[in-house]
């Protein structure tokens, strides 16, 4: 059991980890008017040409991906975003796992939706770069080493995604569907379980503000910390009388990790940095959070352009309109999580993450049916997978109403706070 638990615990912390970094961007790209400048030079087209319905994607390829964006699938991408976005920002984990699933529930190809959800990250972290203002806590040595390592695991989990579809697009999304499957089921069943133990009143998982359960220096980081393979890099040199000293190798071999998994599933690899660096090499959680701000711009750059826009894998259309989304959902969703109670949102969280697993498992039988490697009846395939898709339009949509009834139920409230007057505690709603 401490095993599973163990890595549902580091898998949390890594949602959690990555959706801070989120909204501290969002919250940055809001408050200046430059980057608002630059986020709308960078959509105004896009919107634009979406009402015309005649925007040819950039190095398109009609057989790999949509070769235009109608203000449909505009308006479908900004929903997607808005959601991954409330997501993101009320429970605090977990959205950044949704975009790629979903985009996959409204027709997107898998490697399409990978490379498209690199690319909006990409281009989220790039207008982020000045978010943090702890980056002199960052170990160049550490992050140098760690984005090398990222570079070789991002042109690995490239290669695979993209073999994969060349030998059968079919085959491509079933690989996609089941990575996104084992890991939402993972994380979705343990959340459930955390839940349902906090309502019975026994403790569940606590985390602190920066995703991490464990604020010491745990018995794995220190085993790998105490590995000599030469050079030795020397880090945290700030809260550590002479500093830590950890093996290039396992830097680096944790930086491919983290890239390959960018690469494969699209998701920044921001996620996995910060848990890996707490909990595996025993870095202290301020000097990983800037680390992680260089991980994320380098490899879902890296990712993004070299492995999926090159080969026209990349919808812009769609990055666009998930980066408009995400930023206003999880604007909103970060207020609302202020009114509502902690237990609520670790039900949601379970539900959404539940729901995402379900969506990709009801794809499944098809597509063993399509490889050969079943053979149910299409009646069968097709019923099953409406039924994952409502399900999982079903649970977001209630999440996405609800918050937005909170939202303006609390306007009141929302309006006292920035006025910089509490709120009495009657005029809270309670959910």
């Not at 580091?10 to 608002?36: C, D, G, M, P, Y």
């Not at 879902?300 to 206003?328: D, E, K, N, P």
Request: glycine fraction near 12%.
């Amino acid at each position: 059991m401490s095993g599973p638990r163990q890595v549902y615990e580091f898998l949390q912390n890594a949602s959690i980890a990555h959706a801070q970094w989120e909204l501290e961007v969002s919250t940055s790209i809001f408050r200046s008017r430059k980057k608002l400048l630059i986020l709308l030079v960078l959509c105004l087209p896009v919107l634009l040409v979406s009402i015309v319905g005649a925007a040819t994607m950039l190095g398109g390829k009609e057989a790999y991906a949509p070769a235009f964006c109608t203000t449909s699938v505009l308006l479908m991408s900004i929903l997607v975003g808005v959601i991954a976005g409330l997501i993101t920002g009320c429970i605090g984990a977990g959205g950044g796992f949704i975009v790629t699933p979903a985009l996959m529930a409204v027709g997107v190809k898998g490697i399409l939706a990978v490379g498209t959800d690199l690319f909006h990250i990409f281009a989220k972290a790039i207008m982020g770069t000045t978010v943090h203002r702890k980056l002199g806590n960052v170990s160049l040595s550490l992050a140098a080493v760690f984005t090398v390592g990222s570079f070789v695991g991002v042109y690995v989990g490239g290669t695979i995604n993209r073999a994969i579809y060349n030998i059968n697009p079919v085959l491509s999304n079933a690989f996609i569907s089941l990575i996104y499957a084992l890991l939402l089921g993972f994380l979705g069943f343990y959340a459930l379980y955390d839940f349902l133990k906090n309502v019975r009143g026994v403790q569940a998982t606590k985390i602190d503000a920066h995703g991490s359960a464990n604020a010491g220096t745990t018995g794995l980081a220190t085993k790998i910390q105490n590995i000599t393979i030469p050079p030795m890099i020397r880090f945290d040199e700030d809260f550590v009388p002479g500093g830590k000293k950890i093996s290039w190798v396992m830097i680096t071999g944790g930086g491919a990790v983290v890239g390959m998994l960018a690469a494969i599933m699209g998701v920044g690899g921001g996620f996995a940095t910060f848990p890996m660096f707490v909990y595996v090499f025993g870095v202290s959680s301020m000097t990983t959070v800037g680390t992680d701000i260089l991980q994320i711009i380098f490899t879902a750059g890296l990712a993004s352009i070299t492995q999926y826009a090159i080969y026209g894998f990349i919808f812009y259309s769609l990055a666009m309109g998930l980066l408009i989304g995400s930023l206003v959902g999880i604007q909103l969703g970060a207020l609302v999580t202020k009114v509502v109670k902690g237990i609520h949102i670790r039900g949601f969280y379970a539900t959404v993450i539940l729901a995402g697993f379900f969506n990709r498992v009801s794809t499944l039988p098809a597509k063993m049916t399509q490889l050969g490697l079943a053979n149910f009846p299409k009646s069968v395939t097709g019923a099953i997978e409406t039924g994952g898709n409502i399900l999982f339009w079903a649970a977001t949509g209630f999440f996405g109403v609800w918050l937005f009834t909170k939202f303006i139920t609390n306007l009141k409230v929302f309006r006292q706070e920035s006025l910089g007057r509490k709120a009495p505690v009657e005029s809270i709603a309670q959910p």
